[in-house]
């Protein structure tokens, strides 16, 4: 598979598992070549908990895009969600490298973000993204790109998301399984920002809400940027497990109903009067 050209991606959820096959296009954007689907039923909550049968639901949606597109899939970006996922907002802050004042480059900025990267998480939870969501250069907020700004000071403003290290362990363990290395693991929220927002939306304020089979994944955005995002443990199954216990307790509703009016109308209905013609 030409690596430059060829983009895979791999969201695996509670009820089913899409691969798609994305070729670059000349003109921008991404063509889809190929895709994968297979139903998922080793995963809870978007939490492994079969990982044998999580490999091969990953495996057959894998089988599936290769087919279409005549690509042999070796790698891909994979999706990742669930009631594990924690976000937090952190600040960082460095001098601008040089003497005196110095025009603010790429490494200033990188600085600031491993500054804001240094929070107090877990040993049993990793860091997935580090997202940059503003910079205050000299006390002047609102900055979107620093670079090549005169500065002493740089601070950022950055939203981290973390995640249980066992959960992505796991996932990490079915995909390669399946046989399929991992090029990064992508919040799925983020990825499905990227698909549906665009530059307005964020600016105004959105709050984005993907409804899968367990979960709904939420993600927050004001100012441009993200600033909050969470997994709530509900979805699909259970609205429609509300709605068919809603149902159910209609029925035996209307049917009481039904039994109630019939008994009183034959109960409240005066007996004929016989009258005996004798012979």
């Not at 899409?18 to 139903?39: H, K, Q, S």
């Not at 079969?50 to 005549?70: H, K, L, N, P, Y």
Request: charged share 25%; glycine share 12%.
């Amino acid at each position: 598979m030409a690596e430059q050209t060829v983009l895979v991606a791999i969201d695996i959820g509670t009820t089913k598992v899409c691969v798609l096959i994305g070729e670059m296009a000349a003109r921008g954007g991404v063509d889809v070549i190929g895709i994968g689907l297979a139903a998922s039923d080793g995963l809870r909550k978007g939490v492994v908990i079969d990982i044998d049968r999580t490999v091969q639901s990953v495996a057959s949606a894998v089988e599936a895009a290769e087919r279409i597109s005549g690509l042999k899939v070796r790698s891909a970006f994979v999706g990742i969600s669930g009631s594990h996922i924690a976000s937090q907002n952190s600040r960082g802050m460095v001098a601008v490298s040089g003497s005196s004042r110095h025009d603010v480059d790429r490494g200033d900025t990188v600085r600031a973000i491993e500054a804001a990267r240094a929070v107090s998480i877990p040993n049993t939870r990793e860091i997935l993204h580090v997202v940059p969501r503003g910079y205050v250069v000299d006390g002047q907020e609102g900055v979107r790109d620093p670079i090549g700004m005169t500065a002493v000071r740089l601070e950022v403003e950055t939203h981290i998301v973390t995640a249980s290290s066992t959960s992505v362990q796991n996932l990490t363990k079915c995909v390669q399984r399946a046989g399929v290395e991992i090029d990064e693991l992508v919040l799925a929220p983020l990825a499905t920002a990227e698909a549906t927002l665009n530059d307005e939306d964020r600016e105004l304020g959105v709050c984005l809400a993907d409804i899968g089979g367990d979960t709904t994944d939420v993600a927050i955005f004001q100012d441009g940027s993200i600033s909050h995002c969470a997994t709530i443990p509900m979805g699909g199954r259970s609205v429609t497990a509300d709605l068919g216990a809603g149902d159910r307790d209609l029925e035996v509703r209307r049917g009481r109903n039904r039994g109630g009016r019939r008994h009183k109308s034959t109960a409240g209905r005066p007996r004929p009067h016989r009258r005996r013609i004798a012979p």
